[in-house]
């Protein structure tokens, strides 16, 4: 065995054991810090419903339509919907990679290149916005009523994820949606192995003053702390 042949197994080789190292210490940290409670005694407050909601895998956190603090009905518009329903009571917000927003409707439809690029801090970001009339509490949808105040700190946190246009408007993408009730919209921040959409709806509890995790890339990293 020549010398550079050494040399190129050397190097596989450690790279593949920092890899692993990488990966365990990612699996720890996910486990440790998501355990970890924030805000652990939020003031009480009965002004406002929310709801915190998962599809097993991406957390929207859903908030009333209208209200004296907020109208969203303003920005994100019933005619940008299918059904152009207004009797709705509910919107909900979910952070993401615009990539895999769009392109990966169903898991069947994902793509090595698109999970690629969302892990590795290569796409962009998408706002997914979905109107709702009536919302069910169960293991995966959480109700939570917080104060005033607090609500007027977790909109700021959601406004301030939109990327606006050069007259401070939401950007609409038109005409992509994955049903009825619901519209995508241009997103600010990018979307990384440590920065996921779970991590949006956490930072969004955070703001609200919420019990949240400490840091959460997965849905289960926020809804431990509401059992």
Same mark, same amino acid.
């Given at each position: 065995?020549?010398?550079?042949?050494?040399?190129?197994?050397?190097?596989?080789?450690?790279?593949?054991?920092?890899?692993?190292?990488?990966?365990?210490?990612?699996?720890?940290?996910?486990?440790?810090?998501?355990?970890?409670?924030?805000?652990?005694?939020?003031?009480?407050?009965?002004?406002?419903?929310?709801?915190?909601?998962?599809?097993?895998?991406?957390?929207?956190?859903?908030?009333?339509?209208?209200?004296?603090?907020?109208?969203?009905?303003?920005?994100?518009?019933?005619?940008?919907?299918?059904?152009?329903?207004?009797?709705?009571?509910?919107?909900?917000?979910?952070?993401?990679?615009?990539? %895999?927003?769009?392109?990966?409707?169903?898991?069947?439809?994902?793509?090595?290149?698109?999970?690629?690029?969302?892990?590795?801090?290569?796409?962009?970001?998408?706002?997914?916005?979905?109107?709702?009339?009536?919302?069910?509490?169960?293991?995966?949808?959480?109700?939570?009523?917080?104060?005033?105040?607090?609500?007027?700190?977790?909109?700021?946190?959601?406004?301030?994820?939109?990327?606006?246009?050069?007259?401070?408007?939401?950007?609409?993408?038109?005409?992509?949606?994955?049903?009825?009730?619901?519209? %995508?919209?241009?997103?600010?921040?990018?979307?990384?192995? %440590?920065?996921?959409?779970?991590?949006?709806?956490?930072?969004?509890?955070?703001?609200?003053?919420?019990?949240?995790?400490?840091?959460?890339?997965?849905?289960?990293?926020?809804?431990?702390?509401?059992?």
């Amino acid at each position: 065995m020549n010398n550079k042949l050494k040399q190129v197994l050397k190097f596989s080789g450690r790279l593949v054991l920092g890899i692993l190292l990488f990966l365990v210490v990612y699996v720890i940290a996910i486990l440790i810090l998501s355990h970890i409670t924030v805000n652990s005694n939020p003031e009480k407050g009965d002004d406002v419903t929310i709801y915190i909601n998962s599809n097993g895998v991406h957390t929207d956190i859903l908030v009333p339509v209208k209200n004296e603090v907020k109208d969203w009905t303003k920005e994100i518009l019933y005619e940008q919907t299918t059904s152009k329903d207004s009797l709705m009571r509910y919107v909900a917000f979910g952070w993401g990679d615009k990539g %895999f927003y769009l392109e990966t409707p169903e898991w069947s439809d994902l793509k090595a290149s698109t999970a690629a690029k969302a892990a590795f801090y290569m796409g962009t970001s998408a706002m997914h916005t979905r109107f709702y009339n009536t919302v069910v509490e169960d293991n995966d949808c959480v109700k939570v009523t917080i104060s005033k105040k607090d609500y007027q700190d977790m909109v700021k946190y959601i406004e301030d994820s939109f990327l606006l246009d050069k007259d401070d408007h939401v950007q609409w993408i038109a005409n992509r949606s994955y049903g009825k009730y619901d519209a %995508f919209y241009e997103g600010k921040g990018r979307y990384s192995l %440590f920065y996921t959409c779970n991590t949006w709806a956490n930072n969004c509890l955070k703001a609200g003053h919420q019990k949240a995790a400490l840091w959460t890339v997965y849905d289960k990293g926020i809804f431990c702390h509401y059992e």
